[in-house]
């Protein structure tokens, strides 16, 4: 499985806005989607369902969920270069989680430009604004480079597994948690 390399060329932290989504940002969304999961998930998930990933219904479905949940983007000059979509009213049984990133994708093309950490650190003051204590992100088991990065921002491996499933297929995901109320 071939790693991506991250592009540190540009530095965007002077032009990078994160800021709520908004209608019109739907079609950028779905575009850095499924670039990502065809670049990403290649190796990881079945080519056959990354090939048959279909934009219309991908547009179709985020209009008509638009408005649930918390959604935010990284914007620089009107260009989309990631989201992040998350719940701050999370209940895991037996644990004190009550949050969750439910997706980070920033453009695969864009990645080691601070925008997936800007995306994180927004969610998480947001989250401690409202007296949420942990959070929790999950991501595909073999997803080595996105296991890095939430290593990298502090995550710690939950002892929990649970699966993904796909068009018939399950693929086994990790997540990592976050002490959002020790986090200065």
Do not use: P
């Amino acid at each position: 499985m071939e790693l991506l390399k991250y592009n540190r060329k540009e530095n965007l932290n002077n032009k990078l806005v994160i800021r709520k989504v908004k209608y019109e940002d739907i079609e950028q969304i779905v575009d850095i989607n499924i670039k990502d999961w065809k670049k990403v998930y290649k190796g990881i998930i079945d080519d056959e369902i990354l090939d048959n990933l279909n934009r219309e219904e991908k547009i179709k479905k985020w209009r008509e969920h638009y408005n649930i949940g918390n959604v935010i983007v990284a914007e620089e000059n009107g260009t989309i270069l990631g989201y992040c979509r998350y719940d701050d009213n999370v209940v895991y049984e037996n644990t004190d989680i009550d949050s969750e990133i439910i997706a980070i994708y920033v453009d695969c093309d864009k990645l080691g430009n601070g925008i997936g950490k800007k995306l994180v650190e927004y969610v998480k003051n947001d989250l401690k604004n409202k007296n949420k204590t942990k959070m929790v992100i999950w991501c595909l088991e073999k997803n080595q480079n996105a296991r890095k990065f939430y290593e990298k921002m502090g995550g710690n491996l939950l002892s929990d597994e649970k699966h993904f499933e796909k068009e018939g297929k399950k693929y086994k995901e990790v997540g990592y948690v976050y002490n959002i109320k020790d986090d200065e």
